[in-house]
């Protein structure tokens, strides 16, 4: 029974180490996830951020082209309306100068957007901006030339009206550039908005299913380990229990019996309580082992330690000591012929007939008597003198009890 206890032990620590192990793994994994599922969603964040940066960059490219070149084809309309009303050939001198480097400015934007990607519609204006342009810029450029050299209001306010009308075709596509742009950043937004918000969502699904897994897994390893930690205990509880007990029998051993006698007898002494240690030590029982076997032996100090404990006090103690020896203590006695009457009573019952299988078997017994507390008296001496009362007892024809000397 020991032995299957200590392996009870030893498969429970087991079991434990192997709970620890299983828990360093799996919270291993899920820390493993976690970085995991963090890392993929930072690289989808990062990516999702870059495209939209590089996509508002492209935008924000074209939408400031097309700003520019929409500014310079108005404000070019505007120096030719006013050097149109102004006679002073220095002054228009200085709008022409003006009106050439907003042509400049003009090429500058076109050709910034024309380094953009554009889409097909963004293409098709251009085109179309490219071949009004084309027809329009050389009359510009002779206007310009004319307004600023001297002639009449009359015929300057002529050619350009004939001119602004093609300019406002110009303007026009220009301002549908420029709505485009803004439609194309607006849904740029919202799908950037889009992107990141599932991107979200699945990181927040992904992280709750981790934590949920984990929390699941922790439940089930805590409880684990709290089963197996309850196995160590009542392992442990009952090795204890077994250390103080013998095998056999059930009843407490010499080691317990010592300790038990050690607080008892203090108390005894303190409370001037009487108390008796009976040493028992069967007579026959040599001839059971021969005549039936070590098997039947043992069942017989089984049942005669179930006799013996069913007739003692609750209070009282009953211990084995070895082989076929055993020590009863009992405690606050009242006067010796009280224990004596015990001492014949536990001889009546060790030397009645049990039925072992087929075998009825029987045995006597050697009772020695020992009182306690007495002046100098200890535990081991208690012991000793109810152990020679007992021999003293085998010497007198055995089957009797005997009480020590205390002197």
Known sequence: MTMDNDQSKKDAVKSSNGNVLYLYIGFGILLFSLAAVALHSYKQFSIISQTFSNEMNGHHRQSS???????????????????????????????????????????????????????????????????????????????????????????????????????????????????????????????????????????????????????????????????????LVLANQELERLSGHDHLTGLQNRKSLMEHLELNFEVAKRHNQKGALLYIDLDGFKSINDNYGHHAGDEFLRIISQEMKAFLRESDVLARIGGDEFIVVLLSVDSDEEVQVVARKLLRKLSAEYDIGAATVSASASIGIGFFPAEGMSVDSLIKIADEAMYQAKESGKNRFYVGNQA
């Open 65 to 231: 082209a097309a700003t520019h070149m929409r500014v310079a084809v108005r404000e070019r309309a505007i120096l030719l309306l006013q050097m149109s009303h102004f006679d002073d050939p220095f002054l228009r001198d200085e709008y022409y100068l003006r009106f050439d480097a907003l042509g400049t400015q003009y090429q500058k934007a076109r050709l910034e957007m024309l380094d953009t990607r554009l889409l097909d519609r963004e293409k098709r204006l251009l085109s179309m901006l490219d071949k009004e342009t084309s027809v329009l810029a050389p009359e510009l450029r002779r206007l310009a030339e004319l307004l600023s050299e001297s002639i009449s209001h009359e015929k300057s306010i002529a050619l350009l009206n004939q001119t602004l009308d093609g300019q406002a075709a110009v303007s026009n596509i220009l301002d549908q550039l420029v709505e485009i742009q803004i439609k194309h950043y607006e849904a740029a937004r919202l799908e950037n908005t889009g992107k990141t918000r599932r991107q979200l969502t699945q990181f927040i699904v992904w992280m709750g299913f981790i934590i949920v897994v984990g929390a699941v897994f922790s439940r089930i390893v805590v409880k684990r380990a709290i089963g197996q930690n309850k196995q």
